[in-house]
């Protein structure tokens, strides 16, 4: 009997060892608060943020035209924007959409983004921006255009003193719109 207490004292202690180091390891598994939110902090050079002056932008990379994975993020995307419009009109977000189909005309992109927000502002980078952009955050993309599968990643960065920096990823969507919205209020 005591054999047994032992035996299963030691399968205990083994499982809650080795949630501890789960929960360790793996912090966003064990925050459900965070979950689909990832903190990663690198400098964004992008030309595209060169001009802007937001002192937060959320970038969204996607396809013109693709229904199945942006269309839904991106309509997400806008009811975050307007929320944080009737929260704070004066600390609002640049949301940018980037189309990941080098070489389309930058006036079909803007088109499509700002079918989701009139305020939503786009571009169309080239081949080797596109490139670089993906490098950088890790992109994984594909010249199938809107038959691509692709992740609906939002990427919230903060203006520093030197150009903008990332400091969320969103990896799910629908998004933690409480998640999002309580971040933008924080860096603002």
Not at 38 to 63: D, N, Q, R
Not at 81 to 104: C, E, G, Q
Not at 142 to 157: I, Q, S
């Amino acid at each position: 009997m005591k054999k047994t207490i032992k035996t299963l004292s030691g399968v205990v202690l083994i499982v809650m060892g080795f949630g501890l180091i789960v929960a360790l390891a793996f912090p966003s598994l064990s925050d459900s608060a965070h979950a689909g939110r990832s903190e990663k902090k690198i400098p964004l050079e992008f030309s595209f943020l060169k001009e802007e002056h937001a002192p937060l932008v959320l970038i969204y990379f996607g396809y013109v035209g693709c229904t199945r994975v942006c269309t839904p993020a991106l309509s997400d995307l806008a009811q975050i924007y307007r929320l944080r419009k009737i929260a704070s009109a004066d600390h609002l977000p640049a949301l940018w959409f980037v189309n990941m189909t080098p070489r389309m005309d930058s006036a079909s992109v803007q088109s499509w983004a700002e079918h989701f927000d009139s305020d939503f502002k786009s571009y169309a980078p080239s081949e080797s921006e596109l490139q670089t952009i993906s490098q950088t955050l890790n992109l994984v993309y594909t010249n199938l255009g809107v038959k691509a599968e692709h992740m609906p990643y939002a990427y919230l960065a903060k203006k520093t003193d030197i150009g903008y920096e990332l400091v969320y990823i969103y990896t799910s969507s629908p998004y933690n719109r409480t998640v999002m919205l309580q971040d933008m209020e924080a860096l603002q």
